[in-house]
């Protein structure tokens, strides 16, 4: 897999662990988190993956929509996603939040290490000024 066939796939692989999957064929959670994962949730709260993999995997899923997805490689094989999260259509409406995630590729599969969420201060019309 080379870099220019990543961002596509780290959005699915993002999506997939924001809302769910709309299949089985699609990797489950656990395959995703790398066994380091952690994460600083929206409140600033800690979460390891223990605690991460239960909420993926046992709580009502939402849908949300990525908008403004950008990729940033920081090594061949690492990547910092970065996006605007909001809510989709005919859901509860929620404060749009910043995500960021830090992946990394080993033997072709790609697995998340760290995520942030971070609260939308303002809504950026072109935050293409300020992503890589």
């Known amino acids: 897999m080379t870099n220019r066939d990543s961002p596509h796939l780290l959005r699915i692989l993002e999506e997939r ?3 769910g999957a709309p299949n ?3 990797p489950n959670p656990a395959a995703l988190l790398a066994d380091d994962f952690y ?3 929206c409140s600033g709260r800690l979460y390891d993956r223990a605690e991460t993999l239960r909420h993926l995997t046992h709580e009502a899923r939402h849908n949300r929509a990525i908008r ?3 990729v940033r490689f920081l090594a061949p094989e690492v990547a910092l996603t970065v996006y605007l999260v909001e809510s989709a259509e005919n859901e509860k409406v929620t404060a749009p939040s910043w995500r960021s995630s830090l992946w990394r590729c080993q033997h072709g ?10 609260p939308a201060a303002m809504h950026i019309e072109d935050p293409t000024v300020f992503l890589p």
């Open 24 to 26: 089985l064929e699609e």
């Open 39 to 41: 994460e600083i949730g």
């Open 68 to 70: 403004d997805f950008q």
């Open 109 to 118: 599969r790609w697995q998340v290490h760290f995520h942030q969420g971070t």
């Open 17 to 19: 662990l924001l809302n």
